[in-house]
């Protein structure tokens, strides 16, 4: 008897066995696309939504919060609030320049860089932000460096105020555009710091 259910057991593990690998044949890895492949395919993403955890440091306070960021072709729509569902900011961009939303006014103007540093006191090279956000450096960059799989992982990046800032990819999404996951820029003059960890990319 002993013997019996012994071999039925083996016949089940058997096909455990058997249906767990058939299944995970079924399961295709991602193939990353070349250096030259990823940078044409990034250059050409103007649609994206993204979600992520933003830590904002300046030498005077430090906040932190959820980040929403929707961008549609050149403009781009985006809002902070803090963990706790508080709104830090609500920024908008189109053809007439920059409004953005804080403690309960609203604000206008051509830049929405110098206005955000003007409302907040912050230093954001949010001009910037489309093309970092998704691993790209603009013209006026220097000092790039790439890792062996040709992702650009750090960069010096000169924003719209004309300030130097160190742009660091520390983790990329497991996909074929490896899409930033974490990214970290700190301010060379005043020591100002970014820290965003995106939760979720939607193209």
Known sequence: MFAVIKTGCFVVLSLILTGCASNSSQLKPV???S?????????QLQEFTLTGALNVKSPAESVSGSLNWQQQGPYFQANMTTFVGISVFELETDARGATVKAEGETHKAQSASALLDYLSGWSLPIEEMPLWLKGVASAESFNHQWDAQGRLTSFTLKDSQQRDWQVSYVAFFPDALALPREIRLKAQADGSSIK????????
């Not at 250096?35 to 250059?43: K, M």
């Not at 965003?196 to 193209?203: A, E, Y």
Request: proline share 5%.
């Open 31 to 33: 193939i990353p696309l």
């Open 35 to 43: 250096a030259q492949q990823r940078q044409v395919q990034l250059d």
């Open 196 to 203: 965003l960890v995106v939760r979720k990319w939607q193209l």
